[in-house]
């Protein structure tokens, strides 16, 4: 396995719009390959904006961003190696869920047979080879939950960048969910989540990465912060406050 991170940013600041407050200010971190982090931080962080400079959708205003070693922007052939998942995210309307996923597969550069081939596997894995002919105006909002889920592995990433992936999620999706990332580091896959539910940090990710205010709080493995959950809900609260107050 490779020793390089899966994720470098070198003195990273992003602002939206002159004049505005940045929502990255000077951040510095890296994200293991091979491993699941998870990314922390009240409302208004940062982590979404990070996640979208990591996914190419946006460049930063200022720093060094590095995503299996390359500068992640679009037509770029790093970008065929991640999968990224955000709450925005949705399936086109007028396609099949099938037909959606095989999609997104040749929009990664999947060819389009192979594509449809991968579409069928993964829609199998996740239980919804009987929707594969449906709409998703059809499916309930867990089952499109789950065909998201599925749509951003269908291409084979290396690297998974998911934002807030539980929201919505019925008990059949969060199981597709823990199980994804569970299974990703055996299949030589990293992770970077961003979530807010402490027992999902706790039970599957090793590494966490703390935001307050567009800066890095914390990073190390979780069980380092905290001995147990109930303790690391203190020390992060306690991190938040702190970050809150240097920022008014």
């Known amino acids: 396995m490779s020793t390089s991170p899966a994720v470098r940013l070198i003195g990273v600041t992003k602002r939206y719009a002159p004049g505005r407050v940045p929502a990255l200010v000077d951040l510095t971190l ?19 904006t990070l996640l979208r400079l990591l996914s190419g959708l946006l460049q930063p205003t200022e720093g060094v961003v590095e995503v299996l070693g390359q500068a992640p922007r679009r037509g770029t052939d790093v970008m065929r190696r991640i999968g ?10 007028e396609l099949t869920v099938a037909e959606n996923l095989a999609y997104r597969a040749s929009l990664r550069g999947v060819a389009h047979d192979l ?38 592995l269908v291409h084979g990433p290396e690297l998974l960048l998911l934002d807030e992936p539980s929201t919505a999620l019925d008990i059949l ?35 966490l990465r703390v935001l307050g205010a567009g800066r890095l709080l914390y990073a190390g493995p979780t069980r380092a912060l905290a001995a147990t959950l109930a ?9 938040f406050a702190e970050a809150s107050a240097c920022a008014a």
């Open 231 to 239: 303790e690391l809900r203190e020390r992060l609260a306690a991190l």
């Open 173 to 207: 999706a969060q199981g597709d969910l823990h199980r994804l990332l569970e299974e990703a580091p055996r299949a030589g896959r990293s992770v970077l989540i961003a979530t807010h539910h402490l027992e999902e940090v706790w039970m599957l990710a090793p590494e």
């Open 30 to 48: 890296e994200v293991p390959a091979g491993a699941v982090t998870a990314l922390v931080g009240a409302n208004g962080s940062g982590k979404s």
């Open 84 to 93: 990224y998942a955000s709450v925005e995210d949705r399936l086109w309307p």
């Open 115 to 152: 594509a449809q081939t991968a579409a069928e596997e993964i829609l199998a894995r996740f239980g919804l080879a009987d929707f594969a002919s449906r709409r998703p105006a059809s499916l309930s909002a867990g089952e499109r939950q789950r065909a998201l889920l599925a749509a951003t």
